[in-house]
């Protein structure tokens, strides 16, 4: 997800309508479902709550209302998570079953399963590997061979090591073998969707295990384009910082033998909201073909008055012996609720096989 959980708009997913949207849905499978009780404690104090919170509270509320044990409630939630006209709400679903299912193992992980067809069980699936690490992932295993393409990416996706907006996994973060059969399995599925989240948990682990990541990957048949584009993103952090046996994994053979001319960011002066445009011109200083992998590093203001780099992918490609190739990228200057920019000088740092070869600089002024 690239929204935070402190977003307004996404917050506003569960708002009054979809609270309403919720109870009538629930009318129909479970015609004596007590609507106005539910939409009653749904609504106490929304406007306070994160989209994560509002989440929980549907799962909570839904519970006290429901006069019915906990498999019977399964049922009814079962017939309702197809009626939901949103997939980031179905995700309530899972919460439930994380909530209350945690003392009938077998029971709620057919539950988490079948949930994330509609959404993602990516957070409930989380409590039970806590509860139960080697038990849930012998389930979250078989689920990496099912034929649907959310249950196998389930498998991947909640077992990630640092899942955002989630707690992390410390057995896992400590030890990525213990996933590791669960990824061989997916290494090259034949579903993006799938594949993302292989790479992302993939990502997460070479923070702290960046060898084991690269032994693993190159003991994989990188000839499968599946596999290759895995590879590439699993590895784009390390790619970003030169790693060298990263670069070799996607065919970039060391120091770039280039020239960096007429780096330059138009305009040089901008306003919150505008966009700036980077340029610039690689020449070859090789008399053979070379990969190159080129991204930018802005270092953003902090208030403190300090600065932060973002490392942003530009582009990979085979550049010719001796030629010379001009590249632009444009990009908004703007608020995201990942990001807060002040007035000041922003450095760019041009980045070629990980190793910086020129900088310019832009400012925003307020």
Request: aromatic share 8%.
């Amino acid at each position: 997800m690239s929204t935070t959980a402190s977003s307004p708009a996404l917050k506003e997913i569960f708002n009054s309508a979809r609270l309403e949207h919720i109870a009538s849905e629930m009318l129909v499978v479970y015609p004596a479902f007590d609507a106005k009780a539910f939409l009653h404690m749904a609504n106490d104090g929304l406007a306070e709550l994160s989209v994560m919170q509002r989440m929980a509270r549907v799962s909570e509320c839904l519970h006290a209302v429901l006069p019915l044990g906990y498999e019977a409630s399964l049922d009814v939630l079962r017939d309702l998570a197809p009626r939901l006209n949103s997939m980031f709400v179905s995700m309530f679903l899972p919460h439930y079953v994380a909530s209350y299912g945690r003392h009938t193992f077998d029971l709620s992980m057919d539950a988490l399963k079948y949930f994330t067809r509609f959404g993602s069980s990516e957070f409930a699936v989380r409590h039970f590997l806590r509860d139960d690490l080697a038990g849930t992932l012998k389930v979250m295993h078989d689920w990496a061979l099912d034929a649907n393409e959310h249950v196998r990416r389930l498998a991947s996706e909640g077992s990630r090591p640092r899942l955002p907006w989630s707690f992390h996994l410390e057995p896992i973060q400590a030890n990525p073998d213990l996933a590791a059969a669960i990824l061989d399995a997916l290494k090259a599925d034949d579903s993006l969707y799938v594949r993302k989240s292989v790479a992302n948990h993939l990502n997460d682990v070479t923070k702290q295990h960046p060898e084991w990541v690269l032994e693993q990957i190159e003991g994989w048949p990188l000839q499968d384009r599946h596999t290759a584009w895995i590879a590439r993103h699993a590895l784009r952090s390390l790619i970003k910082q030169g790693h060298p046996r990263a670069l070799a994994v996607i065919g970039v053979g060391g120091k770039a033998q280039v020239e960096i001319l007429d780096l330059k960011v138009t305009p040089a002066v901008i306003r919150l909201g505008e966009q700036i445009t980077l340029s610039f011109k690689v020449q070859s200083t090789l008399g053979q073909s070379q990969r190159l992998v080129i991204d930018y590093a802005i270092d953003y203001v902090k208030a403190s008055g300090g600065t932060s780099a973002k490392v942003f992918k530009l582009k990979t490609f085979d550049l010719p012996a001796e030629s010379c190739v001009t590249l632009s990228r444009s990009q908004h200057i703007r608020e995201l609720t990942t990001r807060r920019h002040y007035a000041g000088r922003h450095a760019v740092h041009l980045l070629v096989n990980g190793e910086r070869l020129d900088s310019t600089a832009f400012d925003i002024i307020a």
